[in-house]
């Protein structure tokens, strides 16, 4: 069962924002969120990862509500090379038995 | 962050053979994962490759059809046997830094006809 539910696709055009929002209801206390992001023919490449409330990287922005049950991605002023599939994942990476289970994840398509 | 290298990069096997896939991480890591990825679909966890033990396949999947080796902390193997053409996907190999996320190879395209 995926712990989480990301819209299937998006589309944008080179120096917009795009916000990806990413439902995990059941997320659990210690469970962290990280998003990845996947060119065709290669592996998915970390992105970012938060707790809560917000965390800002040269790459994106996480925001994270106080329920903790969506998270955003934003990624400001898009490329053409931004096109990708995005997945959002929550666990715990403290946790011994941890493993990344990865959801279907959002096709970004950005039109020049 | 960890580099880790995979071979083959690609290959086309002939149905009822087996090809094993290589991982080499560039650092010591307690824990690598196998993941199968076929076109235009997400990642699907196989197994998790723990050093000294045996490796803990997900549902769907048994140790029969992906053995898999780890012989100590920098190094794994998957073998994908007695394929066939459902067989043909990507496998990719990943390792955890924790709190850095998880690092992937580059997969390894397989085409079995």
């Known amino acids: 069962l995926a712990k989480t539910t990301q819209p299937i696709s998006m589309d944008s055009y080179e120096g917009q924002e795009v916000n990806i929002t990413c439902s995990h209801n059941?997320?659990?206390?210690?469970?962290?969120i990280t998003w990845y992001q996947q060119f065709p023919s290669q592996g998915p490449r970390f992105i970012i990862q938060?707790?809560?409330t917000k965390v800002t990287n040269e790459v994106a922005s996480l925001f994270i509500p106080a329920d903790r049950k969506s998270s955003t991605l934003s990624l400001p002023r898009v490329s053409l090379s931004d096109t990708a599939v995005y997945y959002c994942?929550?666990?715990?990476?403290?946790?011994?038995?941890?493993?990344?289970?990865f959801g279907s994840g959002t096709r970004l398509l950005v039109r020049p | 962050s960890a580099v880790i290298s995979q071979k083959p990069s690609r290959d086309i096997c002939q149905r009822g053979t087996s090809l094993t896939i290589q991982c080499q991480v560039d650092?010591?890591?307690?824990?690598m994962f196998w993941y199968r990825q076929q076109p235009g679909q997400s990642l699907t966890l196989i197994a998790t490759a723990n050093q000294g033990s045996e490796a803990t396949y997900e549902s769907g999947f048994v140790i029969d059809k992906f053995p898999i080796s780890r012989p100590n902390l920098t190094f794994s193997t998957l073998t994908v046997s007695n394929m066939s053409p459902e067989d043909s996907s990507i496998y990719l190999c990943?390792?955890?830094?924790?709190?850095?996320?998880?690092?992937f190879g580059q997969g390894t395209r397989l085409t079995v006809v």
């Open positions: 938060g707790y809560k």
């Open positions: 059941n997320i659990a206390t210690n469970d962290y």
């Open positions: 650092s010591q890591v307690t824990m």
């Open positions: 990943s390792v955890e830094d924790r709190g850095s996320g998880a690092f």
């Open positions: 994942l929550v666990g715990d990476e403290k946790d011994s038995s941890y493993k990344l289970i």
